[in-house]
């Protein structure tokens, strides 16, 4: 069953999380357990953001945060909000494609 993991934070430095967000993709293109990964801001909360992360499945949800480097990249993300992140753990049951 695929996994979905929706991290909800505050930023006012949305630029810096953005181009570091975006270096880690880079560094680790192919090796990343990611399926999917999309990057939100609430419209009606100003300076907040949802990153909406899929995997195969949870266990390998898992393994991906049991990783040090996934560790230490947490944390210079976190350095860069305005508190914690909240965290939210799905099980994805269906996925519709009503345009396609």
């Known amino acids: ?48 953001y949802l990153n909406i992360v899929e995997f195969p499945s949870y266990e390998q949800a898992q393994e991906n945060s049991d990783r040090p480097e996934t560790a230490e990249f947490a944390a210079q993300l976190a350095a860069l909000c305005d508190g914690p992140p909240v965290f939210r753990n799905l099980d994805l049951l269906d996925e519709m494609h009503p345009q396609g």
């Open 1 to 48: 069953m695929r996994f979905v993991q929706i991290i909800e934070f505050k930023t006012r430095r949305i630029d810096e999380f953005t181009a570091l967000l975006n270096s880690w993709v880079e560094q680790n293109a192919g090796r990343s357990l990611v399926t999917r990964a999309l990057q939100t801001r609430d419209r009606d909360q100003e300076n907040v």
